[in-house]
């Protein structure tokens, strides 16, 4: 997953970030209101992690409405130490799609998180499926036809991202934004190897391919190169 984190103190923006990463997700973190806002409108992510409290004339709130207001529908877990009833409602109401009072567990933000980013229609709990294809999003075990695959953090990142927007053509572009972190130096044919690499274990030792590469656009994974799996 692609996450955005703004959180203006920073122990716990370091702590949140390695805890995210090593649970294979890319994160880019902001400090202040102004900036988070303008992460938030200028790129895409899977969720938006969003302290309530931030300096820079601008808190979660106004962050949680402007982005609203804006159309964009990326889901919004907010942080706060303020626990009383009336702040977590006008949280709700800006438009945050989940809440989370300070102090918290990592593994409490984790399952919310995986609560936020779910999309019932396409997965079966916290599985991925596509075809004869499976990702469990919490043990991180990927199989195919009942056989385990071994991946790398990055191969995996990868396939995560191409199974959640099954059947849609992604550009390299998506693909490095959503895969990489920001500041990382990515070329396209990056990408190119590292779709070769998950050819050579998802598709080469089966019968059908699941990954399929739409010239002059991208890529896209699913059961059939003309249509849905």
Known sequence: MKLLLIEDEPKIARAIKMGLE?????????????????????????AIILDRMLPGGMDGLEICETIREKGVKTPVLMLTAKGQIRDRVNGLNAGADDYLVKPFSFEELLARLRA???????????????????????????????????LSQTEYSLLEYLMRNKNRVLS????????????????????????GYLRNKIDKPFDKPLLHTVRGFGYRIGGDPNGDS
Not at 30 to 41: E, N, T
Not at 124 to 146: C, E, K
Not at 172 to 194: C, G, Q, S
């Open 22 to 46: 090593q649970e294979r997700s890319t994160v880019e973190v902001m400090h202040d209101g102004p900036s988070g806002l303008a992460a938030a409108l200028g790129d895409s992510y899977d």
């Open 116 to 150: 936020l980013t779910r999309r019932p229609h396409e997965t079966n709990g916290t599985t991925l499926h596509v075809a004869d294809l499976s990702l469990d999003t919490i043990s991180y075990d990927v199989q195919r036809a009942g056989k385990p695959i071994s």
């Open 172 to 195: 390299k572009t998506n693909i490095i934004n959503h895969v990489w972190d920001f500041d990382a130096d990515i070329l396209p044919n990056t990408v190119e190897a590292y779709m």
